[in-house]
């Protein structure tokens, strides 16, 4: 069975938050988004400091302060994209993948294969990359092969009770009947492919 290459889908995934964060406006950052209780600028807060937690794991660093979410400054989107960057720079190195990732945010203290970790971060740029396009109006589409290998990490993702938990970083499944791969994701993972309807 070919292993799947986690670091040029998670690539895809950050650079299309890149290309739709980019066109975010001042006017945005105030907007609702998918995510409960995030404002756009809550949200992209919330992935930079996420980019910035991966990338430090990725080079087996595990202070929790790491993933305290961070304030974007004065330039939020240009904050984005360096945090974007930053973390494709780190998944870049060689041996990445072979590299064991701690996650104080999973609650081990046990470090992640580093495909997996990287699995993990993939997962939640396509889902993020959808949250962003939702709240600024526009549409999201991914390359067929990148949803088959989110669809199949999507279905890792523990459902039932555990969703319901304070801090979780996806909601309880949504039925969903449509054909669209990225939907049947989106709804997978809690979130309603009709928002904000």
């Avoid at 070919?2 to 995934?13: G, I, K, N, Q």
């Avoid at 996650?103 to 470090?111: C, S």
């Avoid at 054909?179 to 309603?192: F, K, M, P, Q, S």
């Amino acid at each position: 069975m070919p292993t799947v290459d986690y670091v040029s889908l998670d690539a895809e995934a950050v650079r299309t938050s890149i290309e739709l964060v980019t066109t975010v406006t001042d006017a945005d950052l105030s907007k609702p988004t998918p995510c409960r209780a995030w404002t756009l600028y809550g949200l992209l807060a919330h992935m930079a400091t996420q980019h910035y937690g991966f990338a430090a794991a990725s080079r087996g660093e595990s202070d929790p302060a790491i993933w305290k979410v961070r304030d974007l400054g004065d330039d939020p989107v240009k904050a984005y994209v360096e945090s974007a960057e930053h973390v494709l720079d780190a998944f870049a190195q060689p041996g990445v993948v072979d590299r064991g990732f701690p996650l104080p945010e999973f609650g081990t203290d046990v470090p992640f294969p580093g495909a997996q970790a990287i699995s993990f971060h993939f997962i939640d740029y396509v889902v993020h990359s959808w949250d962003v396009a939702k709240s600024i109006g526009k549409t999201v589409t991914f390359e067929p092969a990148t949803l088959e290998a989110a669809t199949a990490v999507a279905q890792v993702v523990p459902s039932g009770d555990i969703r319901r938990a304070p801090g979780t970083p996806f909601a309880v499944d949504i039925p969903w009947s449509g054909d669209e791969t990225l939907d049947r994701i989106i709804a997978y993972l809690g979130r309603n492919p009709n928002w904000p309807n």
